[in-house]
């Protein structure tokens, strides 16, 4: 069975920093690029960043350009996404899904961010 078990969101202040993981079960991690979208309340959800099955490229969506880094342990079946200078605008829920940015297959139950003050 494929699971995905999103962890790390939390509240935190405007310039404040999270570091959102993944973790992954049921199938092979290291075969598959991986991708992190969000939803926030009332809005469709949105593309935030993909990686590839090595880790070797990386895609950002432009508004977090700069402030995301995505990356990920295979050894460890396991995503990340350290999340800096965070905006009030990146509160959502974020989830983590297997795939690309357009091929998306499985995602976890997501992970709240929230960014106030």
């Known amino acids: 069975e494929v699971q995905l078990v999103e962890s790390g969101g939390d509240t935190v202040q405007p310039g404040g920093s999270l570091r959102l993981s993944c973790a992954v079960s049921g199938f092979t991690f290291s075969g598959y690029d991986m991708t992190w979208i969000r939803q926030a309340p009332g809005k469709e959800s949105e593309w935030v960043s993909s990686?590839?099955?090595?880790?070797?490229?990386?895609y950002y969506a432009d508004f977090v350009k700069g402030r995301f880094t995505i990356s990920r342990d295979n050894a460890a079946n396991a995503l990340y996404l350290q999340m800096n200078s965070l905006k009030p605008e990146d509160t959502a829920r974020y989830y983590c899904?297997?795939?690309?940015?357009?091929?998306?297959?499985?995602w976890g139950q997501g992970t709240q961010v929230t960014v106030s003050s």
């Open positions: 899904a297997r795939g690309g940015r357009f091929n998306r297959d499985y």
């Open positions: 990686i590839n099955r090595d880790g070797r490229n990386t």
